[in-house]
């Protein structure tokens, strides 16, 4: 997993997360165990913070959702080689060899800023990240011959634009202005990737659906916003 990471004074940074840790009481109550801005030491970091209107913002805002090497269950998880620790306490007791694993697998990822979708888990990692654009807005729609450039507003700690190439075409539905999505489906078929507001599409349907994109190819880029 690798995320962008805002501490408790608005520091922003990108790295990998190492371990997760909940509460069945308290849905609020949940952690990362991530390296620190300056890669030294490793921190935990609380997921939500509640701004100053009572909204909800994320501190851990995903980029790559993929937990294949990870132990893990609803108030858990890390990654295989640090299992031997509890998540809660994992920044104070790493070995000081494990502590250099990290260090050096947050070196070593691969981050780009701008990621084309490929695929059943580029399509998987997209919908995870952005919750399955929740509460996601289309605030700009900007076309260029064949291409579409779309901005969404700020939501849950992350600022959303997708880029969608070749033979693109759009229908934001009969009110754009109060169209806010609560869940999407974004699916491959005859050659087009389609993204619509809509839960669990598998097919197209422009007569069914509200809201949708749909192109040869798409990509994106994922930044995290301010937190008020």
Known sequence: MYAWITDDNNQTWRGMIFA????NQDPYNFHYVVLDADKKHLINVSLFH??????IYTRVVWIDSDMSDWTKN????????LSDYQPRLLADQISVELLKKCIQLDEEY?????????????????????????????????RSDEKLKVHFAPTWGYKLTLFFDESASYDLGEDSECNWWSDASLFLEGGYLCL????????????ELNCWFRAKKMSYKLEPSPLA
């Open 74 to 81: 609803t108030n858990q998880g890390m990654v295989n080689f």
């Open 50 to 55: 509640i701004g100053a209107t009572q909204r």
């Open 196 to 207: 619509c507001d809509a839960e669990d599409v598998q097919h197209f349907d422009p007569k």
């Open 20 to 23: 997760y840790y909940g509460s």
């Open 110 to 142: 691969n981050y780009q800023e701008i990621v084309e979708v490929k695929g059943a888990s580029g399509i998987k990692n997209l919908l995870e990240i952005t919750s399955w654009f929740d509460d996601a807005h289309v605030t700009v729609v900007k």
